[in-house]
C-alpha cells in the first residue's frame, strides 16, 4: 500500500504561519502529480494547491498569495507553506500524488489537523 506521509499540522492563530510536509516513495514521487486538498467539516474535499503536469503551480482563489507549494526532489517531498492564515482555513489537509499518464492511480495521505484559532 502507498504511503503519503504528511507532518506539519497544528494550531495557529490567524495572521500566523505553518508549513506541512509530505513524503512519498520515490517510485510515486517521480511519476505523479503532486499536490494538497482539504476538507472542513461539513464540506467537500477542495483543492488547495498542485502542480501541474509542466510543473506550474496552481493554486485555489482563497489561498493565492498567502499559500506556496513547492518540492525537493532529492527528498520526495512535497511542501505547504502557509502564511497569513485565517480562520477559514481550518480543515484537515491531504497530500494527494496522481499518476502523470493514468489518473486513475490517485493516493492519498492520511490527512493533518490545521485550526486557525485564536
Known amino acids: 500500500q502507498v504511503q503519503l506521509v504528511e507532518s506539519g499540522g497544528g494550531l495557529v492563530q490567524p495572521g500566523g504561519s505553518l508549513r506541512l510536509s509530505c513524503a512519498a516513495p520515490?517510485?510515486?514521487?517521480?511519476?505523479?502529480?503532486m499536490g494538497w486538498y482539504r476538507q472542513a467539516p461539513g464540506k467537500q474535499r477542495e483543492l488547495v494547491a498542485t502542480?501541474?503536469?509542466?510543473?506550474?503551480?496552481n493554486y485555489a482563489d482563497s489561498v493565492k498569495g498567502r499559500f506556496t507549494i513547492s518540492r525537493d526532489n532529492t527528498k520526495f517531498t512535497v511542501y505547504l507553506q502557509m502564511s497569513s492564515l485565517k480562520p477559514e482555513d481550518t480543515a484537515v489537509y491531504y497530500c494527494?500524488?496522481?499518476?502523470?499518464?493514468?489518473?486513475?492511480?490517485?493516493?492519498w495521505g492520511q490527512g493533518t489537523q490545521v485550526t486557525v484559532s485564536s
Open positions: 520515490g517510485s510515486i514521487f517521480s511519476t505523479s502529480v
Open positions: 494527494n500524488a496522481v499518476n502523470r499518464w493514468n489518473d486513475a492511480l490517485s493516493y
Open positions: 502542480f501541474t503536469r509542466g510543473g506550474l503551480a
